[in-house]
């Protein structure tokens, strides 16, 4: 699943994230700090608080909450 506005955010349409590597989503580094606080966090269904992020969306740097949780050994991220 994929919200109407991913595409604005990340200039990728909904269909090519699902199912996709953070690294195709987001910058390298910001994949790879976001990948390391994910391997050290228990994630169960319970939606868990993992960091602030602050990504570039037209120009303005917005910050978003990363939430994750697991759902049927699938990861799931949230920005919110």
Known sequence: Q???NAEAVFGIPCQQMVG???DTVLEGQTAEALRQELTR??????PTLIR???L???GVSEEY?????RMDNTLILELE
């Open 65 to 69: 909450y990363v939430i994750a949780h």
């Open 52 to 54: 602030r992020l602050n």
């Open 41 to 46: 966090t228990e994630l169960d269904r319970t």
């Open 56 to 58: 570039t969306v037209a």
């Open 2 to 4: 994929c919200s109407a």
């Open 20 to 22: 996709t590597t953070l």
